[in-house]
């Protein structure tokens, strides 16, 4: 038999595929590695799992607050889910009536995000206490604590390398951990990210989503830039796009028609390029390639988007939103 | 520029003004009768009140209140050395017909008419520009009045005008109260809702009188001409009822003055309402308006409270306190001090065809404004009411900007710099306009006026902060407090130092260069308090300066601060 | 308008009786008098001074991310609500320091301004009053100052601690009370305008100078001595009187660590001159926190902006309560409207003044009370329902006045509160 022709992946023909509705707004989103489930975390506290083929929705109800932090162990068919206060649970990917079989008091304030090692060994998480922790997949056990950032941490990924640990905080300071020694190898700057808006007197940005590529020679940092009114969100969304070995950026994604919101969720896809979500005025989802600053194509959301996955195949992006539902959306025609 | 071209049509209006100083009328000078009323009201009163005032206090006295600030030195000494016996009357007669006083009479009609309200609609030069105008061709109160009651704002001619609607946004509630208030001398605010709790006199009835004159106006941003207009609608009566009636009856009015009769209001053809048809963001024009009745209605000479209210208001100005106190309480329980004085004066104003600048004058020319402001021992039982002693009146804060600018020379540099185009012997000149010379000395300073009206221009931003600290709250009448935020300003505030520091031509510097010590106490004082310093004060002069001999030129800026900061400067004595 | 119901006539049963007697604001030229100069109201209060803390929330603080926390509800958003000292009483986790003080706090949780426009919900706030085209309202900083204050306190009666803006005289705060009892502005806590000597005058010279100014005064006035005369003499005494209190608005006077536990922030700065002033003499002190208007990232800006007030408020608190000075300081924190139940799309809560909740402390405050309910979701009141002038009159009660009660201006009797109102007598001492 001759196998049948793969469908080119192209970002130009991405279309809507399947909705998967909550009554709550979503603020995070991941598809499980096994490419069965996608999982959201919800404004009612739930985490929401819904199978892609069935559309079937089961209830993840043990946290106290909000979701958005998730990441899995796919060897061992984990979920890991850190909420807003301080805590991260372990689940089951796939049973039935899902219940906790870790519970890790890892936080003082926000899980900002989880990260689960290319080994599936080790987990990482940040959050407001400024702290990045490393912890024991097979017993929750805490192995380290990373201290250097000096305000709330937003965000943490695994280099593919597995041996450097990538976070980055709300003033856009991002620091290269060796994962063993526990230190601080270097810093990379999206400052851009951040701003002090002085007639409001607060703080405003951070690195909403993080991203590696998978060969991982660039990451990439989303947020909010050029923010003129910290009260109302008026400021723009921007992908710092980082050389990962030379630390430099290199490139500033932006979407080519103006727009106004914060970048909450981005993805580099294994075909070279990059995938971003806006909410703001409403949402977007463009596509980048590295070496052009502008989107080479932009698609306009129904809502406001608050996060973005890539599927394992490859041809599918989950977005989370606002009016509680997940979008999955086919990147091939 | 406007002023200019207004100031030379003027010409005309001035002479004339100079040759017939003031209107003759039966029997006694208004003066004489005003001091006959003031002395026959307290027995005893030859005894009890105060000499006349000296020359030295009627100088500075009849400066601050005719044009706003303190003579210059030079005056002063010319004044107190002038042996003519005419020379109070002849001064009054020149300033009265000066530039400054009518750019200081049409501060005082916008600080008393706006109240210090912010300029959101009408800017503050324009309408400032038009009260000066006003004040220099003499316009008759009566006029102004209609004048500023009759604008709608809509034509720029005299836009302007407006300004006293437009900037209480045209509300009815609003304008019913400082119409009642300003034009009328009776503060009806609390008849919104019943009649006057504790002031019999005061009416509900009387409130919606006046209400229903603008009850059918309102502000409009209009589209077409691009600003705030006031605008009526054709329809719209006025009921109210009162709070304290449990039985709650509706009454009803139509325009009318308080104890005045109904209006008649023409029967308008239907459908034929509007000259422009109310729609939105455009200003509606009835054919037949209320509002326009106002003036009319309002500013008449057989109207007694418009009469009333206008002389209590300018005798307030020159004696310190209303014949009726406060200004807006006119009614039967809280009656003039000096009832018969009172009609008389409302009489003569308005038989003069509230020609104020001849008022003033009689008012100035009177014993009773003339009075020293020093009791005499006798006098300590005075009440302010008996007019024994003249008042003390606290410099507005127009006054001592302007005052603390001229006593410091800033005002100096700045005139010394158009002056010198003048011939010197014109310059030199304070005698009496009522010669030829005089005469021809006016006519140079009136081609100069415009020269004037640039001083002011240069000066008048420095008066912006003294309005801050010392001013009144929008909406409000002036009232003197004395805050020790003001003292801080005054004392350490970087405005008044900048003015001491020397400066060729200014005060500190022409001290500086005086090395006799009589003549600079002489200088100092002039300057400042305008008067001669007494043998004591000329030796506590050299026992400051010899004191501090090594920083003299600081020295003589504490000392000239200590005077402008001293009572007797902050007063008009 | 400012007199309907009230206008203290025979048939409002408002008595003046008493209250004109003394009348007319006498040697300040003030129109205004004083409905408590009477001998027993002055002795009364001369016992103990009495002062007042306002900590205004800048923008609208959430009710839900403070005093009135709905966890786990669809409006309830991601934060927990901690216990207090107070069984029964739970706030927001983000007010742990608060949450060690609540016995010392009253919550008023029923408030219902009706009023979600920022310049008005002020207004409201301030005044305890709703705006009026024709009468404007003096501050409670301004009608404390006038009750409150004494007339030889260098001190300004109403002072504004704000984290920017311009310092200065706030005139239109005092409205009818004269600007004497507006507020007075120290930006960034800077000491008042012009308190320092110019440079280029030394300590002697100035007293030189004051001494000339004074013999000039005492020729002067020997035969021509005013009420007005008086009181503007009398301001320079008072300008100098407040010259040597330079110190008070000086926090490097404190010993560091104490600094540090107020923090070293705006806010933590401001507190701690807040505390300095009231120890000094200060009738009514206001320190504004910038900025609550969370329309974007609510829940950020909340723990970024609670996580500066919390720690100083607390210790203010403390620290007035170790010296013995709560009892007699009364303290709000207050906003000009809380913010929605409903989350919106961009983490933000909007204007929301139906159902929300102010915090009170000390002088007259019942500590550990809470007064009025809100259902499940924070969007209604259900219980005690109070607006603006109920808080204004239980400001004034907890003070010790009868808040219904007028002031006279040119003999028109202004009541003091909304006669419509009264106090909110659970949460009073």
Known sequence: ?333 | MLPYLVLLRLRFVWVLLILFPAGVFAGDPLHQRIDQAIAAAKPDFARLAASSASDAEFVRRIYLDLTGSIPTADETRAFLKDPSLDKRPALIDRLLNSAEHARHFGTVLDVMLMERLPDKYVPHAPWLAYLRESAAENKPWDQLVREILSSDGADPRNRPTAKFYLERQAEPNLLTRDISRLFLGTNLQCCQCHDHPRIDDYKQAHYYGLFAFLNRSSLVVDKKLNMAVVSEKADGEVSFQSVFDPAKVTKRTGPRLPEGPPLKEPAVEKGKEYVVVPAADTRAVPRFSRRALLGPTLARPDNEQFKRNIANRLWAMMMGRGLIHPLDLDHSANLPSHPALLKLLAEDIAARKFDMRSFLRELALSQTYQRSSEQSSAGNEAEPTNYTVALLKPLTPEQLAWSLMQATGLTDIERAEWSKKLPAKAAAYTGSIHTPFGMAVVALFMETNNKEVTLYARLSPHVAPFVKAFGSLPGQAQEFDARLDQALFLANGPTVRSWLAPRPGNLIDRLARLTNTDALAEELYLSVLTRLPSAEERKEVADFLAARSNDRSMALQDMAWALLASAEFRFNH | MWCSYSCGSSEHSLSRRGFLAGALGGALGTLVSDPFSRPAFTRELNKQQKRVLMIWLHGGVSQLESWDPKPGTKTGGPFLAIPTSVPGIHICELLPYTARIMHHLALVRGLNTAEDDHGKGAYIMHTGRRQEPAMKWPHLGSVCAKLLGEAKNPLPGYILITPHGNGGVNNEDAAFLGPRFASVSLSDGHAPANLDRPAALTETADYKRHEFRMLANQRFLRSRRTAQTEAYTNSYDQAAQLMRKRDLFDISKEPPLVVDRYGRHDFGRHCLMARRLLEGGATFVKVMHSNYDTHHENFDFHIEQLGEFDRPFASLIDDLHDRGLLSSTLVLVVSEFGRTPNINRLYGRDHWSKAWSIALAGCGIKGGSASGKTNAEGTAVTDRQVNGGHLFHTYLSALGFNSKKNFYIEQRPIPIADPKAAPITEVLA
């Open chain 1, 1 to 333: 038999m001759i196998p049948a022709p793969t469908p080119k992946i192209d970002p130009t023909k991405t279309h809507l595929v399947k909705e998967y509705k909550h009554d709550s707004p979503l603020l995070g989103c991941r598809f499980d590695p096994s490419g069965r489930f996608v999982f959201a975390g919800a404004q009612d506290n739930h985490v929401v799992r819904w199978d892609l083929e069935s559309s079937k929705k089961t209830l993840l109800t043990d946290h106290k607050s909000w979701v958005r932090a998730m990441a899995f162990a796919a060897k061992k068919k984990l979920l890991f889910s850190g909420d807003y206060n301080g805590r991260i649970l372990a689940w089951s990917v796939d049973a039935e009536e899902p219940k906790p079989t870790h519970n890790i008091e890892a936080h003082r304030g926000w899980v900002r995000a989880v990260t689960v090692s290319p080994d599936g060994h080790m987990l990482a998480s940040c959050g407001n206490d400024q702290l990045v922790k490393l912890w024991s997949v097979p017993d929750g056990k805490l192995i380290r604590e990373l201290v250097g950032h000096a305000c709330h941490v937003y965000n943490v990924v695994f280099h593919p390398d597995g041996k450097h640990l990538i976070s980055a905080d709300l003033k856009g300071i991002v620091k290269v951990w060796d994962v063993t020694k526990g230190e601080a190898e270097r810093e990379l700057d999206a400052k851009l990210l951040y701003k002090y808006d002085p007639s409001f007197r607060a703080d405003i940005g951070g690195v909403r989503s993080m991203a590696c590529s998978a060969d991982g020679s660039f990451l990439a940092c989303a947020g909010i830039t050029n923010v003129s009114n910290a009260f109302a969100g008026v400021g723009n969304p921007l992908i710092v796009l980082f050389d990962y070995k030379s630390g430099q950026q290199k490139q500033q994604l932006r979407p080519k028609t103006p727009w106004q919101g914060t970048a909450w969720g981005v993805v580099m896809h294994p075909a070279g390029f990059i995938a971003g979500v806006g909410g703001g005025n409403g949402g977007m989802l463009w596509f980048w390639k590295a070496d052009n600053a502008q989107d080479f194509f932009g698609l306009q959301l129904p809502n406001n988007a608050r996060d973005l996955d890539l599927h394992s195949d490859g041809r599918r992006l989950a977005v989370a939103f606002f009016d509680g539902a997940v979008r999955t959306y086919s990147l091939v025609k």
